[in-house]
């Protein structure tokens, strides 16, 4: 009997410590801005800590200052900042975003960067040893992440993954724009894909003048359908995988992996654009009639580079001339094209501002001042550009057909993709995070007329 009145009692003792000791942790934590979760952990510990013992007031704010500081070291930052590891998704992802400089919402602006890669690990996952299993008191992110991101399941370790997946793609994005190589003066069509399969692109010829007509003595003629010029071609495929190891993540190597990220988007943007500019650089064979782009036949190539003198002024005279004088397919009416771009290399970058200022020379007034811009703006340096005796000049290509661009998917930008599932594969036998940059896309050459290239004879 004496035994079940003492269990009764010490069920009521640890009922009223409980009791007392989480109101005492409430108070203490009013105002603390710790996140829901974390309180709920706490409440848990004080229980396991002090059972059916009332604890002291000191011994609650001990707990209290403990858990501060565990949320100041995950976050990089004073416990003031635990909106970082607030539970909402959209909060976690921005300060992982500006963690690797992404440009952020204005609603997000302030939210606090993670100190770095263990910092941003340590808080999505509560994995502080850097393990790799999940922590039970995490598991909401990873449910959270789940919801938000529309996956079937994540756990604490996923949920990092793929927040890191989606700030990598963008900081990728941010250098893949950043970067100009000049190539988009070039493309005056870009296409959606749909898969790999043969793309044509269709090229109708032009008429000749519309014809005089009586309709009280003849009919209306009916329009005779000229010839079209097909171009085909399918999209090619670039890509690589970044590696991110748990060896990184423990050294807290947030530069290395920033680096990389960063050149990663220079690179895929540089690609993209060798792409297109190696189609006039290697002088591609234009399809419809077999010839390359740039030849004597398509009146379209010149054989003396850019000086600066009375030589210089006849070679972009002559240049705008071929350009201005091509003719249109079947009708050969002349287009009328004026010119609108110039690109050179390096070489030939001030003797190229110099045709486009005015001066005598020889008592010769240069015709060409400012017709590339009043400041230089349509002369355009392209580092790949590498002969340093060859340019090239372009009509708007909003007035001619130039280059077409064809995208799988509509996918301008490069995408960054996790490699597999992050709590299997290499995450499983190698400790790495692996992720795979992918860009799919070609480029060709639909008419030689609004092109002329330049070089020096013998060069």
């Not at 501060?68 to 976690?92: C, D, F, H, M, W």
């Not at 770095?116 to 509560?126: D, E």
């Not at 009586?214 to 009919?219: H, K, S």
Request: negative net charge.
């Amino acid at each position: 009997m004496s035994t079940e009145i003492e269990l009764q009692m010490e069920r009521a003792m640890r009922t009223l410590a409980a009791n007392a000791n989480s109101r005492a942790l409430h108070d203490e934590l009013s105002g603390s801005g710790l996140p829901d979760f974390i309180r709920q952990k706490m409440e848990r510990d004080v229980e396991r800590t002090f059972g059916s013992r009332i604890a002291t007031s000191e011994e609650i704010r001990e707990l209290v200052r403990d858990e501060k500081r565990i949320v100041a070291e995950v976050t990089g930052g004073s416990y003031g900042r635990v909106n970082i590891v607030s539970t909402q998704p959209e909060r976690l992802q921005a300060a992982l975003d500006r963690t690797f400089g992404v440009e952020v919402e204005a609603k997000f602006r302030d939210v606090k960067p993670f100190a770095g890669l263990r910092a941003a690990y340590t808080a999505l996952t509560g994995d502080e040893d850097m393990t790799g299993r999940p922590n039970p008191f995490y598991q909401k992110i990873g449910e959270e992440f789940a919801e938000f991101m529309q996956l079937p399941a994540a756990f604490s370790t996923a949920s990092f993954a793929y927040a890191l997946g989606n700030t990598l793609y963008r900081r990728l994005v941010q250098e893949y724009n950043a970067v100009n190589y000049g190539e988009e003066f070039l493309i005056s069509y870009e296409r959606n894909a749909k898969d790999f399969k043969t793309m044509e692109s269709i090229r109708i010829g032009y008429f000749s003048d519309l014809p005089d007509v009586n309709p009280e003595l003849l009919d209306y003629n009916e329009i005779q359908m000229v010839d079209d010029e097909e171009v085909a071609y399918h999209i090619n495929q670039k890509g690589l995988l970044l590696t991110i190891t748990r060896k990184a993540m423990i050294n807290d190597d947030l530069k290395t992996t920033l680096a990389m990220v960063k050149r990663l988007g220079r690179a895929a943007k540089r690609t993209k654009a060798r792409r297109v500019w190696n189609l006039l650089i290697d002088n591609v064979t234009f399809q419809p009639d077999g010839l390359a782009l740039f030849c004597a036949q398509h009146n379209n190539l010149g054989n003396t580079t850019l000086t600066n003198d009375a030589t210089g002024i006849a070679t972009l005279t002559q240049a705008k001339t071929y350009i201005y004088s091509q003719t249109e397919k079947d009708s050969n009416e002349v287009i009328a094209l004026s010119t609108a771009h110039e690109f050179v290399p390096r070489a030939l970058q001030e003797i190229a501002y110099a045709l486009n200022m005015p001066w005598p020379m020889g008592g010769i007034f240069n015709p060409h001042a400012g017709s590339f811009g009043e400041h230089n703006e349509n002369i355009h340096t392209v580092a790949l550009l590498t002969d340093p005796y060859d340019f090239y000049l372009a009509a708007d290509k909003s007035d001619t057909e130039l280059i077409e661009v064809a995208y799988l998917r509509g996918q301008k930008e490069p995408e960054v993709l996790l490699a597999s599932n992050p709590l299997v594969g290499q995450m499983f036998v190698g400790d790495k995070l692996q992720y795979k940059i992918r860009h799919e896309y070609e480029a060709v050459p639909i008419d030689f007329r609004g092109f002329y290239k330049g070089t020096s004879a013998g060069q």
